[in-house]
């Protein structure tokens, strides 16, 4: 049964590195869901295409966030105020 999933890891591993940027987070997803779909009970190429494709569904999110976030303007820093004088030895604070 190791065998087999080892052919099906490499099997979706080719064929989402054969795609390019389609296949971003597949490989990963692919990777998890093969294994726990092996666990669950010998699924492991049922689990490795779910989970291709909820990897490349979270890594497609994950790139709209960070466009959003690079698209909102920056703030200006706030203003840097001068520190307050410490007392020194021997005297009181005001």
Do not use: D, N, Y
């Amino acid at each position: 049964m190791s065998q087999k999933l080892t052919v099906s890891l490499l099997v979706f591993g080719l064929l989402a590195a054969s795609q390019g940027a389609l296949g971003k987070g597949c490989i990963k997803g692919a990777v998890v869901g093969g294994v726990a779909g092996h666990v669950a009970g010998h699924h492991a190429v049922l689990g490795a295409a779910a989970g291709c494709v909820v990897g490349h569904h979270m890594a497609k999110k994950k790139q709209q966030q960070e466009q959003q976030q690079r698209a909102q303007p920056v703030p200006p820093p706030a203003p840097q105020h001068a520190p307050l004088p410490q007392p020194g030895p021997g005297q009181t604070p005001a």
